[in-house]
């Protein structure tokens, strides 16, 4: 039969030898695809391939995203970012003259240099309420937060009220032009404790792309899919989620470092510089 199929013997041989062992799985895939479960579990089914591979790595674990995607596809992980989310479109516009002096410049910042806000919408017991957050360009920090069911001015002002540093580093404060940054109790703020202040042009979500960056992930990682009970329930486990975002969560533009880690990281790098 080989020889009329024109095939080596050892082959066929090969094959027979080998066959019993074809279904088994080696110690070192064994581990590898627990690992890629663990990973993908702990950061909440968000992580894909690429942010699975990063913390692969930090386990001194080489995996190819090919591979890493053949075992999310085998045990059916799916990235909360395969679901494209409804953007809620916003009404209102602040027409104080009121340059972009941040000028789409997100990146090298230093820290507290320059604080972005925003708003974005969740459902609490079937109704809408609303999410504002403070965000430093220089880590990607979650600086500060708030909840409620309104989207007004009052709701920035409380994230202001819990930021976790002191709102005199704050050098500049970049928004849109949403009516809820325009109030006399957020312009004392500003004033009070000498804020820069930077609108984004007029019907130009780009100028305020970190923010919106931001909230694509909050929707997609923590909103998505959930129908919170109350209001208190959203602000406690938002808190939750605040903490694993600046402690936990790798972010691409940080060269896959957490915010915390990565303000470390420099904080060290300008101590060795001055030494």
């Not at 074809?22 to 695809?33: D, F, G, P, T, Y």
């Not at 001194?60 to 591979?67: F, N, P, T, Y």
Request: hydrophobic share 30%.
């Amino acid at each position: 039969m080989c020889k009329l199929l024109k095939i080596p013997r050892s082959l066929v041989y090969y094959h027979l030898k080998n066959r019993g062992n074809a279904n088994k799985i080696s110690e070192e895939e064994v581990r590898l695809e627990n690992e890629v479960i663990r990973i993908f579990r702990e950061s909440r089914n968000n992580y894909g391939s690429r942010k699975i591979r990063k913390q692969l790595q930090r386990l001194e674990i080489i995996a190819s995203r090919r591979k890493i995607s053949k075992i999310m596809e085998k045990y059916s992980l799916v990235s909360s970012y395969t679901v494209v989310q409804y953007k809620v479109h916003k009404k209102g516009c602040n027409q104080d003259n009121i340059p972009n002096t941040v000028n789409r410049g997100f990146k090298n910042r230093g820290k507290m240099e320059v604080v972005v806000s925003d708003l974005t919408y969740v459902r609490v017991n079937k109704k809408w309420s609303y999410i504002c957050t403070l965000l430093d360009l220089h880590n990607r920090e979650i600086i500060g937060y708030s909840t409620g069911p309104k989207k007004d001015a009052n709701l920035v002002y409380q994230a202001f009220l819990n930021c976790k540093y002191a709102l005199s580093d704050i050098k500049i404060f970049h928004t849109d032009r949403g009516n809820e940054f325009k109030n006399k109790t957020i312009d004392e703020v500003i004033n009070t404790f000498d804020i820069e202040r930077s609108l984004s042009n007029k019907g130009c979500p780009y100028d305020n792309a970190a923010a919106e960056s931001l909230y694509n992930i909050i929707k997609t990682e923590f909103v998505k899919g959930r129908d919170f009970e109350k209001i208190d329930i959203l602000e406690l486990e938002l808190g939750d989620y605040v903490n694993c975002y600046n402690n936990y969560r790798l972010h691409d533009s940080l060269d896959y470092l957490a915010p915390i880690e990565y303000k470390e990281k420099m904080k060290l790098e300008a101590q060795d510089y001055d030494n």
